[in-house]
Nanobody, 115 residues
Framework: QVQLVESGGGLVQPGGSLRLSCAAS????????MGWYRQAPGKSRELVAT???????NYADSVKGRFTISRDNAKNTVYLQMNSLKPEDTAVYYC?????????WGQGTQVTVST
């Protein structure tokens, strides 16, 4: 099992940036895939970005070119750099770890993009 804790959310104006962090309770070296999901009120949870091995991530079309996912195994942490934020990015962002058939989730961090 692994516990995940997200941080870095907050209130930002459109066009601004935020950097989210997801700290894992143990080494993420053996975790095949980690990712970020988000859920806004009245909407279903959606994939934002995932990362396996290496430095390249996979992104939802809605965030591609604006968000960057990265993974630091030595620090047991995955990051989501969010640039050029839009109001439609407003949501609770959740960190995810896929281990075998199990999925583990953090408690979420609120991101609000508003004037």
């Amino acid at each position: 099992q692994v516990q995940l804790v997200e941080s870095g959310g907050g209130l930002v104006q459109p066009g601004g940036s935020l950097r989210l962090s997801c700290a894992a309770s143990r080494s993420i070296f053996s975790i095949n895939t980690m990712g970020w999901y988000r859920q806004a009120p009245g909407k279903s949870r959606e994939l934002v970005a995932t990362i396996s091995s290496g430095v390249n991530g996979n992104y939802a079309d809605s965030v591609k070119g604006r968000f960057t996912i990265s993974r630091d195994n030595a620090k047991n942490t995955v990051y989501l750099q969010m640039n050029s934020l839009k109001p439609e990015d407003t949501a609770v962002y959740y960190c995810n770890a896929n281990v075998g058939y199990m999925n583990y989730w953090g408690q979420g961090t609120q991101v609000t993009v508003s004037t």
